[in-house]
């Protein structure tokens, strides 16, 4: 394995950098104020005119879709080099949305292009693709276990032409934004198939008869305006036939598609947000005095830096290691590196937040600093896309695996 970056890549970062120094940081400020304005006039599910102000400049760069591997539609780069790049646009947690390459559109685009139709593509790829709209993706549901993909109870009837849909989801990001205008659903066709093929996915517009927004779902307090977390009620809504992605009973193979580039994208941003966070708890140490000096000249903060920076190249090198396995032998092979660093990540993170929050004292705790909103979203992390244990079932099982024929035989 190489892990030095190509000269594409590293072109691309100094212009990102480039961008993020003259347009993301600057406007860093200017998106809290307008989203406050916002939240004055009573309704934050509006979109900061920033951001719209923005995409324009980073398509003029060439910083758009960077994304989607082995497409012609993206980036054109492969999991490694975009893994800097995902690092860099995660330490602003807005900015990815500037370069089109947010959650959970980025995982949707990636199912349009694999698995839907050519009508699906120029519906809904097209103007992802363009940023002209957003999308949801609705797994999760409140009343079953969900880390269980198979508890997922969601109907989805043929009806004729039509699929007829009935469940409640949560936690359906992306649902509070009003340029949102459709989900990928997953739920049972046919209950009674072996266990892997009762799921599919389903293309349903969210202006659909039947589709109803219950409530948006705080996280620690945080709205999370304008993406938000939806728990939303199917009620016997209808779409078209042809609006299923692949064919009945694939939806866990469609999930597995989709869960390895959305992992590893969360983890590449998790990185930079843990970057961010000890570059703000070094300069608090720095201009701080306590006791007669520096509060970085005070032993335990020495260890506690220098256990961040430890933590964090060791967890940037875990990620592109999965990053390179992906791209060399699929995801499938990859899968122990993929969850590996999935439970890695955020808990690195947020135990470097955690650091930062005690170096800004009192002050680290409100929303002046952006450090309680950073721990809010890596906790989330943890559950996000599979929870922690379900992540380190996998490595278990898999590292079982290595060894259960040798015990077998010496038993034998």
Known sequence: MDFEYSDKTKELMARLNRFMDEHIYPNEKTYDAQMAAFRAQGNPWQVPQIL?????????????NLFLPESELGGGLTNMEYAPLCEIMGRVGWASEVFN???PDTGNMEVLERYGSERH?????????????RSAYLMTEPDVASSDATNVSTRIERDGNEYVINGRKWWS??????RCKIAVVMGKTDPKADTYRQQSQILVPLDAPGVKVVRMLPVFGYDDAP???????????????????????RGFEISQGRLGPGRIHHCMRTIGVAERALELMVKRLLTREAFGKKIAEHSVWEERVARARIDIEMARLLTLKAAYMMD??????????IAMIKVAAPNVALKIIDDAIQAHGGGGVTTDFGLAKMYSGMRTLRLADGPDE???????????????????????
Request: proline share 4%; aromatic share 4%; net charge positive.
């Open 227 to 249: 993406h938000g977390h939806a728990e939303v009620i199917l009620e016997n809504v209808r779409v078209p036939a042809e609006n299923l992605l692949l064919g009945e009973g």
């Open 101 to 103: 390459c947010s959650a």
């Open 390 to 412: 379900v992540h380190a079932r996998t490595i278990a099982k898999l590292e079982f695996k290595k060894y259960s024929n040798k015990v077998r035989a010496a038993a034998e």
């Open 121 to 133: 593509k120029k519906e809904y790829l097209v103007p992802l693709l363009a940023g002209e709209m």
């Open 173 to 178: 990001s992306g649902v509070g934004d009003p």
């Open 52 to 64: 719209e102000d923005l995409k324009p400049k980073a398509k003029a760069e060439g910083l758009w």
């Open 328 to 337: 060399t032998v699929g995801n499938k092979v990859a899968r122990a590196e």
